[in-house]
């Protein structure tokens, strides 16, 4: 069976355990081939966030690739992939990738995924967000990327904040056809809850 390839990139911003809670999510998927490229902030932003050896982050991938290595296999076009996804997406990262504007591997592999026309998702951690900002937004938008900032739902009434992670992840997965097992928007549960209180007003 055909293995679907996903690269993964972690940047610089705040939100680590988005890129680490990713590849451990891909690593239970037996047909998922995972590319790692860490940026050298990502792995300053990782010591600072979590108590994960540099190692151990490496070691969560099938094949991990240096960050300014552009002879890698997926800084070309010619490299077979599915896609690429960005946690956490730093500002500078959207920047290039936005401008195509490639300095590392990271973004060159982006650039690649982008012309080869594959899905790239970038989970863009900033806020708040001025003009500059939006306008990269809109031209990675333009150009084909997915801009998807790790937004909470609170429909799903998280317990905890590796609930509110693995949602966040499972609806960037769901953007690749991989279904992750976490609480889905229930419209009969949300009526139900509305006609009890409907029920304790009347009453």
Same mark, same amino acid.
């Given at each position: 069976?055909?293995?679907?390839? =996903?690269?993964?990139? =972690? ?6 355990? #988005? ?5 451990? $999510? ?13 940026? &050298? ?6 010591? #600072?966030?979590?108590?994960? *050896? ?5 070691? @969560? ?26 946690? !956490?997406?730093?500002?500078?990262? @959207?920047?290039?990738?936005? #401008? ?6 990271? /973004?060159?592999? *982006? ?8 899905? @790239?998702?970038? $989970?863009?951690?900033? /806020? !708040?967000?001025?003009?500059?900002? %939006?306008?990269?937004? @809109? ?12 937004? /909470?739902?609170? #429909?799903? &009434? ?5 609930? =509110?992670?693995?949602? /966040?992840? *499972?609806?960037?997965?769901? %953007? ?28």
């Amino acid at each position: 069976m055909k293995k679907q390839r =996903i690269i993964v990139g =972690i940047t610089g911003a705040t939100g680590t355990i #988005y890129g680490i809670r990713l590849l451990e $999510m891909l690593r239970e998927q037996d047909d998922v081939e995972t590319h790692l490229v860490v940026s &050298r902030w990502g792995q300053l932003t990782r010591a #600072y966030e979590t108590d994960m *050896a540099a190692e151990d982050l490496v070691a @969560l991938a099938d094949y991990h690739h240096a960050f300014n290595d552009l002879t890698a296999p997926i800084a070309s076009g010619s490299f077979s992939c599915d896609g690429m996804i960005v946690a !956490p997406c730093s500002i500078k990262t @959207l920047s290039e990738i936005a #401008y195509c504007n490639s300095t590392s591997l990271l /973004t060159r592999a *982006a650039d690649v995924i982008l012309k080869e026309r594959k899905r @790239l998702v970038l $989970m863009v951690r900033e /806020t !708040p967000l001025h003009a500059g900002h %939006l306008e990269c937004m @809109l031209r990675a938008t333009q150009s084909g990327a997915v801009i998807a900032p790790p937004v /909470t739902s609170f #429909y799903t &009434r998280p317990k905890s904040v590796a609930d =509110i992670v693995d949602h /966040t992840l *499972a609806r960037v997965l769901d %953007l690749f056809g991989i279904r992750i097992d976490v609480p889905r928007w229930d419209a009969a549960l949300a009526r139900r809850h509305d006609d009890a209180d409907d029920e304790v007003v009347e009453t």
